[in-house]
């Protein structure tokens, strides 16, 4: 076994025995990585209240050579992200990337991903009101577009060939993004309006600023991404924290 020190995100906790948990942690060296916690539920215990859900810390493992379960020697905590708590919905936006890492994200070095991740919920924990909604779809489409299911806008995705610039864009699910005309009529597509396009492109570009969503459009943008992450990385897997983020139970309807 080798003792490894690195930056991690606790992904879920779940109780293991009267004195230990299960810890699922998105690690920066690492990948996604399980670990058992033990003693973790002593009143004296050395991890403290650190292993909550989306805490931020260094954790230090002992790696056991092809084996799924590691053990979490200790973990010190740097970031509890304790401002998500001030807004549900970025609270189940940050529980949905958290989950996107959790199904996803490889068991392998992917540091890329991990640092979205933690810059996503620093972002989240400041985020202005106005903004969070089109803050959460952007961040939403950046970890699935960089676990490498970016979808795709300029070209047809299934022949290739290049798109008007502007007017509605056919799009495919299913497909994995837009369509030519020829091939939306052959294959069937969901057309998005000119404003939607623009606003999908200005998400997917975290160089444009934050498109201006009201309620209604900003509950197709998440309908549309919900599904997009359900049909290509979904494979059928429950998702409960995409769903309640998708749901907004909080909002009163």
Not at 69 to 75: M, N, S, V, W
């Amino acid at each position: 076994m080798a003792l490894v020190t690195t930056t991690a995100i606790v992904l879920s906790a779940l109780r293991y025995s009267e004195t230990s948990k299960i810890v699922r942690l998105a690690t920066r060296d690492l990948g996604v990585q399980s670990a058992i916690a033990k003693g973790v539920l002593r009143p004296r215990s050395r991890f403290g209240a650190a292993l909550q859900v989306l805490s931020e810390g260094q954790a230090q493992l002992l790696v056991k050579e092809h084996r799924e379960l590691h053990t979490l020697t200790g973990f010190d905590l740097s970031h509890l992200h304790i401002g998500l708590a001030g807004d549900l919905g970025c609270y189940a936006t940050a529980s949905a990337l958290a989950e996107v890492m959790l199904r996803f994200a490889p068991a392998d070095p992917h540091p890329e991903s991990f640092d979205l991740l933690s810059g996503a919920l620093g972002r989240l924990e400041h985020a202005a009101t106005a903004d969070a909604d089109a803050l959460g779809f952007r961040l939403l489409w950046h970890l699935v577009s960089l676990l490498g299911f970016a979808p795709s806008l300029e070209a047809c995705v299934r022949d290739g060939a290049l798109l008007p610039a502007t007017g509605g864009l056919p799009f495919s699910t299913r497909e994995g993004g837009a369509l030519c005309t020829a091939c939306a009529t052959e294959h069937g597509a969901t057309t998005l309006p000119e404003q939607a396009r623009a606003d999908l492109l200005a998400l997917l570009d975290e160089d444009a600023n934050l498109p201006a969503l009201d309620e209604r459009h900003a509950e197709s943008h998440r309908r549309l991404l919900a599904r997009y992450i359900r049909w290509h990385l979904g494979e059928g897997a429950e998702l409960p924290a995409l769903e309640f983020w998708l749901r907004r139970p909080w909002v009163a309807a």
